[in-house]
């Protein structure tokens, strides 16, 4: 399988036990930033870019065989032992798949509101919104914003999704290429078929938004059978910024005990 060498950031003392954060679908390394530097007090973090994201590569195939395989690669390539894994939405199956996989690799696995199933959601409307955002005729980020608005109503989501929009020799292009969103957005919604793989018996936390619904009752136990499940109040999808200093508790026990 053809990999990638992946960009990254990378938080704290290397001689420290080395944690690896995978981000979601359409984000970056950067939007792990705060929460980096936080863990980086007691781990050495890498936030990962994924293929096709941040700084990293862009490649045709993007799926969790490919992806899982990257941060193999990536490992290697730095020469780390066994690692701890958070992973969220995408970067969460990225890393369940990774688990099942290369255990050898996985001392402690953390999967935020996500779970290993396929999901029915579309995002072709948002790429397709994307798409057809007049770049050439921008003047800032805020009118893009703007006429996104109809489409995608929640300002902190579009501006999210504004962050893969950069400006370059005084224009605006897109960094992440969105045909290859577009050719693979299935692949991001779906998992892996896993009748071939054992389950994962390693240390397993799935922490769950209290108003989310991506991880539901019964969706983790058949290919991780001893993870623990924890709901974080008052967050939806995106535990890490809705509750920030819940989401570094439950890692911080996790990963302490």
């Not at 863990?39 to 065989?65: Q, W």
């Not at 974080?232 to 026990?253: G, M, S």
């Amino acid at each position: 399988m053809q990999t990638v060498d992946l960009t990254f950031e990378q938080f704290g003392d290397k001689q420290n036990t080395p944690l690896l954060i995978l981000h979601g679908f359409f984000a970056s390394a950067r939007n792990w930033r705060q929460i980096a530097e936080k863990l980086a007090m007691n781990f050495c973090v890498y936030v990962l870019d994924a293929r096709n994201h941040g700084t990293s590569p862009h490649a045709e195939i993007m799926d969790y065989e490919s992806m899982a395989a990257d941060v193999a690669h990536f490992i290697r390539q730095h020469h780390l032992s066994a690692v701890n894994i958070i992973g969220h939405s995408m970067g969460g199956k990225t890393a369940m798949w990774f688990a099942l996989r290369y255990p050898e690799l996985v001392q402690n696995l953390i999967v935020v509101d996500i779970a290993p199933v396929s999901y029915k959601h579309s995002f072709d409307p948002i790429i397709h919104s994307l798409q057809n955002l007049p770049i050439a005729e921008l003047k800032n980020r805020k009118q893009a914003e703007e006429l996104l608005a109809d489409l995608i109503p929640e300002l902190s989501y579009r501006q999210f999704l504004l962050q893969n929009l950069v400006l370059k020799n005084e224009g605006y292009e897109w960094r992440i290429d969105l045909d290859i969103f577009k050719r693979n957005a299935v692949n991001i919604l779906a998992f892996p078929h896993s009748e071939t793989v054992l389950p994962f018996t390693g240390r397993t936390l799935f922490l769950a938004g209290g108003n989310s619904r991506y991880i539901k009752e019964n969706s983790t136990e058949t290919l991780f059978p001893y993870a623990q499940i924890l709901v974080i109040p008052d967050a939806e999808h995106w535990i890490h910024v809705q509750q920030p200093q819940a989401f570094l508790n439950a890692v911080a026990d996790f990963l302490s005990s």
